[in-house]
């Protein structure tokens, strides 16, 4: 019982602990998709920013190339004050330009145009070492003859677009779509730090519109171009406070491979990348102009470990007190049941003990110590039921002490007693089975029940003799000089044609011939299968 108690406590402790640890796993990840959802609530808000910050920088590109479809070709100084007023509303473009489609024949007539307006002017193109060299020979440039403003962007004058690849294929693009187009990420010729540029590129056409590409090939005039400092527009949409919060990437996909990051902020080590691998967001930023943005986000460990609660680390402590108060509670209960069952066990045992004690008192005499007349009836009662049942011999002994009274009127009561005890005793010693059964059936009387068997009278002429061998002396017996016994035994091979009572007063009957034949005597009837009696008497 000790054992099984401790076995399910232990068990019911394991079972609070692992039920505890899944609600804590449980509300420990619902913060965590709690927390990735406020991730990218924030990502998205950022990509929607940045989004906002590059268009808004467009209408300056479209507010020339209308100009320019309503007026033909602009002079300097128109193009200059246009071009200043709208860089007045647009802090982050480096410059806006003018770029003339110029074929090979056509340079020297254009470089000598505008030497007269800037002395030294060279159509121009950097090579590895970054230094502007005039341009090699080609069909067709794409020289810059207007800048605004000026300063600052004076190695920009001249220099020819289309020198460039990445340039160049955005030019290209421009040209046959006919609509806006960006660049890759590039370097600024007019700068010499290492922030990203970015180049927008509206064509200009002969004619509204051209529908085909040929057309478009056969019309351009030139371009408006916008140089933006892509590295400022997108710091301009930051928070002080986004460093230390996350990593992100600016992506060009349709870039190439080694020009595609855009702009980059903060950085993680391995290990918080591992750790935080499953809070990477990745969202759309652009569409337009021929080229697709995406950022790509990852929180840092203290943007996590901000949003955590201790609400998990509450539910499991609760948890695992609330489990340990009812494992507790139980436990208390469980040994208190166990102090009833023991108490309840200890007291059925008593009431046992007491049942088989009054048990005893009924079935047995109490002087004696040797069943009385009511367990004897019921004895004779069963076995007279089984042996005719059966179909087995039974044999029913009555035994007297003769002179009882006259004993007890000579010695006294307790000597009646204990002479009731020695021959009881001595009777008692001659029963050899089991199933044989001594009883006190009266006063002096005492009754033996012999099962399967078929001739009483050896165990009878045992009785008598033996206890005329105790050598009890007996004054007052008209007999004897010592107590002696009269026997009455019944054997019967077949109870059909009998009863219990007729089976008794057979047995009471050979005991009355005992007595009358002169006391210390045997008389025995034998009932055999043919209905039929005989009496003998034995000395």
């Given at each position: ?13 394991i ?5 505890s640890?899944a ?6 990840r ?6 990735k959802r406020e991730?990218e609530?924030?990502v998205?808000?950022k990509a ?5 910050a ?11 190339k209308?100009?320019?479809d309503?007026?033909?070709l602009?002079d300097?100084p128109?193009?200059s004050q246009?071009a200043?007023q ?11 330009e003018w770029i ?7 340079l020297?007539?254009?470089?000598k145009?505008?030497g007269a307006?800037w002395?030294g002017?060279h159509?121009?193109e950097?090579v590895?070492s970054g230094e ?8 067709l440039?794409?020289p810059v ?10 190695r920009?004058l001249g220099?020819?677009v289309?020198?460039?690849?990445r340039?160049l ?5 421009a040209?046959d779509s ?20 970015l ?6 056409y ?8 040929a ?11 916008g140089?933006?400092?892509l ?7 930051m928070q002080?406070?986004?460093?230390s919060?996350m990593?992100?990437r600016?992506l060009d996909v349709n870039a190439?491979?080694?020009h595609?990051?855009l702009?980059?902020?903060g950085s993680?080590?391995t290990e918080?990348?591992l750790a935080?691998?499953d809070?990477?967001v990745?969202r759309?930023v652009?569409t ?5 943005w995406?950022i790509?986000?990852?929180p ?8 955590r ?7 499991f402590?609760v ?9 507790f ?10 102090e009833?069952?023991?108490?309840l066990a200890?007291?059925?045992q ?22 009385n ?7 004779l009662?069963r ?6 049942r059966?179909?087995?011999?039974l044999?029913l002994m009555l035994i007297?002490?003769?002179h009882?009274k006259?004993?007890?009127d000579?010695y ?11 021959v009881?005793?001595?009777?008692g010693r001659?029963?050899k089975r ?11 009387e005492f009754g ?5 068997t078929?001739?009483g009278?050896v165990v ?9 061998r105790?050598a009890?002396a007996?004054q007052?017996?008209l ?13 019967l091979e ?12 057979l047995?009471?009957?050979a ?5 009358s034949?002169?006391?210390n005597?045997v ?5 055999g299968?043919?209905q ?6 034995l000395?």
């Amino acid at each position: 019982m000790e054992r099984r108690l401790y076995l399910v406590t232990v068990l019911a402790v394991i079972i609070g602990i692992a039920l505890s640890c899944a609600l804590y796993g449980l509300f420990y990840r619902l913060e965590t998709t709690n927390i990735k959802r406020e991730f990218e609530r924030d990502v998205e808000s950022k990509a929607a920013a940045l989004t906002q910050a590059v268009e808004l920088n467009i209408e300056a590109i479209y507010s020339l190339k209308a100009a320019y479809d309503n007026h033909g070709l602009l002079d300097y100084p128109d193009f200059s004050q246009l071009a200043a007023q709208t860089l007045s509303r647009h802090a982050h473009i480096q410059a806006l330009e003018w770029i003339p489609k110029v074929e090979a024949e056509g340079l020297p007539a254009l470089e000598k145009q505008f030497g007269a307006r800037w002395p030294g002017f060279h159509v121009t193109e950097r090579v590895a070492s970054g230094e502007m060299v005039p341009v090699s020979e080609r069909s067709l440039y794409y020289p810059v003859i207007y800048v605004e403003p000026l300063q600052g962007n004076e190695r920009a004058l001249g220099f020819d677009v289309g020198s460039n690849g990445r340039r160049l294929d955005a030019l290209n693009r421009a040209r046959d779509s006919g609509k806006l187009q960006f660049s890759e990420r590039i370097e600024l010729v007019q700068t010499t730090d290492d922030h990203a540029g970015l180049l927008m590129l509206l064509p200009v056409y002969h004619i509204v519109s051209p529908q085909s590409v040929a057309d478009r090939r056969q019309t351009l005039r030139g371009f408006v171009m916008g140089v933006f400092r892509l590295t400022a527009i997108l710091q301009s949409t930051m928070q002080p406070q986004d460093a230390s919060l996350m990593a992100f990437r600016l992506l060009d996909v349709n870039a190439d491979p080694h020009h595609q990051l855009l702009y980059q902020q903060g950085s993680l080590t391995t290990e918080e990348q591992l750790a935080q691998k499953d809070f990477n967001v990745t969202r759309p930023v652009l569409t337009l102009g021929g080229r697709e943005w995406f950022i790509e986000a990852t929180p840092s460990a203290s943007y996590v470990a901000d949003k955590r609660t201790r609400l998990p680390l509450v539910v499991f402590i609760v948890g695992t007190v609330l489990f340990g108060l009812v494992i507790f509670y139980g436990f208390i209960l469980m040994r208190r049941n166990r102090e009833m069952v023991s108490t309840l066990a200890k007291k059925n045992q008593a009431l046992d003990d007491i049942n088989k004690k009054l048990e005893r008192m009924t079935k047995m005499d109490v002087l004696v110590g040797i069943a009385n007349r009511r367990y004897f009836d019921e004895t004779l009662h069963r076995e007279f039921s089984r042996s005719r049942r059966e179909d087995r011999p039974l044999a029913l002994m009555l035994i007297d002490i003769d002179h009882f009274k006259a004993f007890n009127d000579t010695y006294g009561h307790q000597a009646g007693d204990r002479c009731l005890k020695l021959v009881a005793e001595e009777l008692g010693r001659v029963l050899k089975r089991p199933a044989d059964m001594l009883a006190r059936v009266g006063g002096e009387e005492f009754g033996i029940i012999l099962p399967n068997t078929n001739n009483g009278e050896v165990v009878a002429k045992q009785c008598r003799s033996v206890v005329e061998r105790l050598a009890i002396a007996h004054q007052g017996s008209l007999t004897s000089d010592v107590v002696t016994v009269s026997v009455g035994v019944v054997s019967l091979e077949s109870l059909d044609a009998q009863t219990r009572d007729s089976v008794f007063n057979l047995a009471d009957s050979a005991l009355y011939q005992a007595k009358s034949a002169g006391r210390n005597q045997v008389r025995a009837i034998r009932v055999g299968r043919p209905q039929s009696a005989s009496v003998s008497s034995l000395c």
